[in-house]
């Protein structure tokens, strides 16, 4: 059995969110009975024993025996922070001491500067702010999901700190309907971030495209023209014009909406058709060059076209075909000249009789002929 200088109260320190709960345990392995006791920050007893000392109705006994004294502080608030002291009321007393740590829990942040809608062109200053985190929060900028740095400053305030990051913009129209989120990131909120969303509005002038169904329009088909044009705001209608004047009135040419339909082309069709679309910042046009074709023109074409490709590909062959006679031709002269000269050299003892054997060879050569067929 150890004697009473043997005994150590053991404690821990504790971290807690603002506006929970807190328990302070301490603990003695081998006590004789002798009293444990909780005081304060400032040195005021909260509990004697399972003796309640202050009146404070957010301090409740957990647990008292000879062994171990824990009590509760709900509703911990900033003012909570600091070092606690168990005491062992042995002689000499001995006390251990733990630290209450106070998370302050962030308010949900706030962007401002957005201005709606902006116009393309604009320079935008977003600015993201949170109050009350402790220690200081952390924010992240996204634009839809990718993150985006933007530039952080913190600034004290009491126990608390205030946070606030700015995010610089120039905005064209790919921002238009793009969400720009802030995001605050603490210990506190581990398991829920606070984040705020906006989403930005961008008008700009409208830009004009033609997309035609035909590739090669022939007289009596049936063509679509179709006027893309994109704007904010929506720059709705189109204006349809031929040659630099307004389409003739006729009952093939059919305008809906951002449509020019032909419902049979001939001829008279041929010209330069412009689509023009506009909203209050601006306006763009597209032209479309039409040139209608005859049907039987194209099959003539078709075929003069197949008939000189036969052409060449018969030249190309007896060309090569003549190549190759004129060169076995020539391959085997030559095989005729070297057997010639060689006559006479197979059997000669020096060089003086091949000479002499060759000449003789050459004198029959009218007798001794060969012929390659």
């Not at 004697?48 to 509760?72: H, M, P, Q, Y």
Request: proline share 4%; net charge negative.
């Amino acid at each position: 059995v150890l004697s009473a200088s043997g005994q150590y109260p053991l404690v821990q320190n504790v971290t807690v969110t603002q506006g929970g709960t807190a328990n302070l345990t301490c603990r003695v392995e081998y006590n004789d009975n002798t009293s444990l006791q909780w005081s304060n920050p400032a040195q005021q007893t909260l509990f004697f024993g399972d003796k309640k000392a202050l009146r404070d109705n957010r301090i409740e006994l957990v647990r008292a025996s000879s062994s171990e004294l824990t009590i509760s502080i709900s509703d911990v608030s900033l003012s909570d922070e600091g070092m606690y002291t168990c005491s062992l009321f042995t002689m000499p007393v001995r006390t251990a001491k733990a630290y209450l740590t106070v998370l302050g829990v962030p308010e949900k942040p706030e962007i401002n500067g957005l201005k709606k809608p902006a116009v393309e062109g604009d320079y935008i200053t977003l600015t993201c702010i949170t109050q009350g985190s402790k220690p200081a929060a952390d924010l992240r900028w996204f634009r839809n999901e990718k993150e985006v740095k933007g530039a952080k400053e913190v600034n004290a305030e009491g126990k608390t700190f205030k946070v606030q990051s700015s995010l610089q913009l120039h905005v064209d129209r790919n921002d238009d309907g793009v969400a720009y989120t802030c995001r605050v990131d603490h210990v506190a909120l581990a398991l829920a971030p606070q984040q705020a969303t906006e989403v930005l509005e961008v008008q700009y002038a409208p830009r004009v495209e033609i997309i035609h169904s035909l590739e090669v329009p022939q007289e009596g088909q049936y063509l679509k023209l179709e006027c893309l044009s994109k704007g904010n705001p929506s720059p709705d209608p189109v204006m349809w014009t031929k040659d630099g004047v307004e389409l003739p009135d006729l009952d093939r040419m059919i305008v809906d909406g951002r449509e020019l339909t032909f419902t049979s082309l001939n001829k008279t069709d041929n010209g330069t058709y412009r689509c023009e679309a506009s909203n209050h910042l601006g306006r763009s046009s597209a032209e479309y060059v039409l040139y209608v074709y005859d049907p039987n023109a194209l099959g003539q074409h078709g075929t003069d076209h197949a008939l000189i490709g036969g052409v060449v590909a018969v030249v190309v062959f007896v060309t090569l075909c003549l190549i190759i006679v004129l060169g076995r031709y020539l391959a085997r002269h030559k095989g005729t000249y070297l057997t010639n000269e060689a006559k006479g050299a197979d059997d000669a003892p020096d060089a003086d009789t091949a000479i002499i054997n060759a000449e003789g060879n050459h004198a029959h050569a009218e007798e001794k002929k060969e012929y390659f067929i």
